[in-house]
C-alpha cells in the first residue's frame, strides 16, 4: 500500500473488497478588529513545526486506542512490544489527514480479529469478512484518527479527514514515501492482536 498525502493504493498480493460517508458583525465574525485591521488570529498561518515533539508523541496514539477501545466496545487494550503476528487473511482501513498535517492513520487486523471487533460493535457473530465488518473497521479507523488529532488543539482544529477506505485480502504491505515521522504500534484485548500506524508525509 502507497501512502501519498490522503491518497492511497494497494500494491501486491491478493486484495479484494475496497470500500470508501442581517445584523451588524463583531469583530472576530467579520475578520476585523476595531478600524479595520485584519484579525491576526484569521491572518496568522497555523504552523505546526515548532510543536511537532507534541505532535509526534507515541503516548498520544496509545491514549487513542485505549479510549475508542475502551468507550465505544467496552474492551482493556493495551500496547504491546513486537510486531502482531496476524492471521494470513487481514483487514486494513486507511484514513487521510488533510490540512497542517498531510498523511494517515492505519487500522491493520487478522480476519478474525476484525470479526470480533465488528461483533462487540453490533453484538452481531460473524464468520466471514462482509460489509458489516469492512464498515465496523473503517468506523474504528475514523475515531482513532479523530481521537488522535484531537490530542493537539492546533492539529484538531487545522486538520480533516477523508472517508475511511477498507481494504481486505492476503499479503500486502504498506509502503510510506520518506515520511516526516512514523508511529507504529502493536495492542492486544484479549487473545486479539491489531497494529495501528500513523504516518505524516507533511507538516506544515
Known sequence: MLLNGVR???????????????????????????????????????????SVEQVSDPRNLDASVEEVFRLMLGLECKRVVGPADLETESVTSVVGFGGVLSGACVFKSGAGTAMKIAAHMTGMEFSAIDDTVKDGIGEICNMLAGAWKGKVPELAANTGLSVPAVITGHDYKLHVQAPEFQIHHTYRFDDQVFEVTIVCDGLQ
Do not use: D, K, N
Open 8 to 50: 492511497s493504493s494497494v500494491t501486491g498480493g491478493q486484495r479484494s473488497g475496497s470500500r470508501g460517508g442581517a445584523g451588524g458583525e463583531t469583530p472576530r465574525e467579520g475578520g476585523r478588529e476595531a478600524g479595520g485591521a485584519i484579525s491576526r488570529e484569521r491572518t496568522m498561518p497555523v504552523s505546526l513545526r515548532e
